[in-house]
């Protein structure tokens, strides 16, 4: 039997070339920030405005004024530690929270929802957040850096949208056979909830790695604090060095290398986890973000 073969036509080949073009275009386009900070990185002499292609002036002395700070490696494993450890607690409180709300027939289930709801438009500010940590125990704890974030009430939702568009008959298959609520949640839907499980992490480890700002009000020592807040301190100090200095030009460019360098730092292990995540977000999005 004869197969039919069917070419192009001269329409076809140039919307196809157009959007190999656009597709080109649009990865350098997002690619050419990044190429222009790594550049930027290695160079001596740094460009004010506009895109480097190159290295013009080749030094590392970027490199070795971040990675010659003594606290820099402790305050990167406290990064590691409140996001890894962060993570897996958001993860495992959302799907706690968001499984029973799934429940149509759970007690006071849309009562529940309409409070957390109410949580993700208004809040009781800083002030009575720093009195509720200091009752607490939490300030210069380094707890404060993980328990606040282990409960979103937007995360909760989208999970508990996810469950619900998971077919009913899996629960009541699985009663049949005898197992009990536990048994469902954890053999029966949590194997089915990848997509959403790694879009919820890698929201959670996101925030939790770029977090400063609490880190910075309520951690007093060093030996504690996060490398957000010691890469903004090394910032805050090079910008001060140039303020005061008489016009020679290694402090403005070292300031600027720096701040090239403190970028490189900051995003390169979450690039690094994005692709392993890349595959579930989109489908975990768009499952558990539509229904109401």
């Known amino acids: 039997m004869r197969t039919k073969t069917y070419q192009n036509s001269v329409g076809d080949r140039l919307l196809i070339a157009f959007c190999y073009i656009f597709i080109v275009l649009f990865s350098i386009l997002v690619l050419l ?67 029973p709300l799934s429940k149509p027939n759970m007690p006071f289930c849309r009562t529940i929802t309409y409070l957390m709801l109410f949580t993700m438009y208004f809040g009781g500010g800083l002030i009575p957040q720093y009195l509720l940590f200091r009752d607490a125990g939490l300030i210069d704890n380094r707890l404060v850096l993980i328990l606040p974030s282990m409960f979103s ?26 197992a009990n609520d536990v048994t469902i949640a954890f053999r029966i839907y949590l194997p089915l909830m990848k ?25 007093m020592t060093p030996s504690k ?22 016009g020679i030009v290694d402090i403005t460019v070292q300031e600027d290398a720096v701040k090239a360098v403190t970028i490189i730092v900051t995003i390169l292990p979450i690039i690094c986890a994005y692709p392993f995540a890349q595959k579930y977000f989109v489908q975990g999005l768009t499952s558990g973000a539509v229904k109401g």
Do not use: H
């Open 153 to 178: 009430a937007y995360n909760i939702l989208v999970m508990r949208n996810f469950i619900s568009d998971i077919p009913p008959e899996l629960e009541e298959s699985g009663k049949i056979d005898g």
């Open 195 to 219: 997509p959403i499980l790694a879009t919820i992490a890698l929201w959670a480890a996101v925030g939790l790695w770029n977090e400063w700002f609490n880190a910075m009000i309520y951690i």
């Open 33 to 99: 920030p990044f190429w222009t900070v790594l550049m930027d990185s290695f160079s001596g002499s740094v460009v004010k405005s506009g895109a480097r292609m190159w290295i013009d002036d080749f030094s590392l002395e970027a490199y070795e004024s971040v990675l010659s700070q003594e606290s820099l490696f402790t305050n990167y494993g406290n990064t590691f530690f409140r996001t890894i450890v962060g993570t897996v607690l958001c993860v495992g409180t959302t799907f706690l929270a968001a499984y």
């Open 225 to 246: 604090q996060v490398m957000q807040v010691m890469l903004r301190r090394m910032l805050m100090d090079a910008q001060i060095a140039a303020m005061y200095d008489d």
